[in-house]
T-cell receptor, first 113, second 110 residues
Framework: KAGVTQTPRYLIKTRGQQVTLSCSPI?????VSWYQQTPGQGLQFLFEYFSETQRNKGNFPGRFSGRQFSNSRSEMNVSTLELGDSALYLCASSLAGTSSEQFFGPGTRLTVL | GEDVEQSLFLSVREGDSSVINCTYT??????LYWYKQEPGAGLQLLTY?????DMKQDQRLTVLLNKKDKHLSLRIADTQTGDSAIYFCALSGGYQKVTFGTGTKLQVIP
């Protein structure tokens, strides 16, 4: 069974631009969560989608948004990029529900110049 | 919100046991996890424990949970150089909103 895939793996953008990251969950998984990892703040939860609905949200500004498609693939978008948005963005998928294990993708390394 | 703290660094000799500790503030967490992150890679789930358990053993890994002290630990027996990585504890109270600890970098000296 293929794991969680994220594209692109690396991305360089400039301040003010916007970016869209993609995550394909493990086949059959309906929940997708997004996390931001930085040296200073560690791993922080962004949001979680289940069956195309945002079920949970972390404490990030509205510039960070996401969506999930009917095939469970998910995208996250960051508008008006700031230098501080440079981070590793991790996506995790799980079957569903409170007892599910999350399986993480390799991440997208975003650098904002 | 939940605070989850870990010591930043641990160094052990190959063959010794490693113990990575984690303290947390919110006692309502239902699931407590340990993840491993190798350089340039995503997170790998190592093991997890339910809040109604005190201990879980999985091959070289032993997880201990002290709910009274809000303390979680991961013991790695016979630590190998391949165990060198950053280890995160994580807690979840429901759905998939998971709060991660600050991470402990384990260095295994040959």
């Amino acid at each position: 069974k293929a794991g969680v895939t994220q594209t692109p793996r690396y991305l360089i953008k400039t301040r003010g631009q916007q970016v869209t990251l993609s995550c394909s969950p493990i086949s059959g998984h309906r929940s997708v969560s997004w996390y931001q990892q930085t040296p200073g703040q560690g791993l922080q939860f962004l949001f979680e989608y289940f069956s195309e609905t945002q079920r949970n949200k972390g404490n990030f500004p509205g510039r960070f948004s996401g969506r999930q498609f009917s095939n469970s693939r998910s995208e996250m978008n960051v508008s008006t990029l700031e230098l501080g948005d440079s981070a590793l963005y991790l996506c995790a998928s799980s079957l569903a529900g409170t007892s599910s294990e999350q399986f993480f993708g390799p991440g997208t390394r975003l650098t904002v110049l | 919100g939940e605070d989850v703290e870990q010591s930043l660094f641990l160094s052990v000799r190959e063959g010794d046991s490693s113990v990575i500790n984690c303290t947390y503030t919110d006692s309502s967490s239902t699931y407590l996890y340990w993840y491993k992150q190798e350089p340039g890679a995503g997170l790998q789930l190592l093991t997890y424990i339910f809040s109604n358990m005190d201990m879980k053993q999985d091959q070289r890994l032993t997880v201990l949970l002290n709910k009274k002290d809000k303390h979680l630990s991961l013991r790695i027996a016979d630590t190998q150089t391949g165990d060198s990585a950053i280890y995160f504890c994580a807690l979840s109270g429901g759905y998939q909103k998971v709060t991660f600890g600050t991470g402990t970098k384990l260095q295994v000296i040959p």
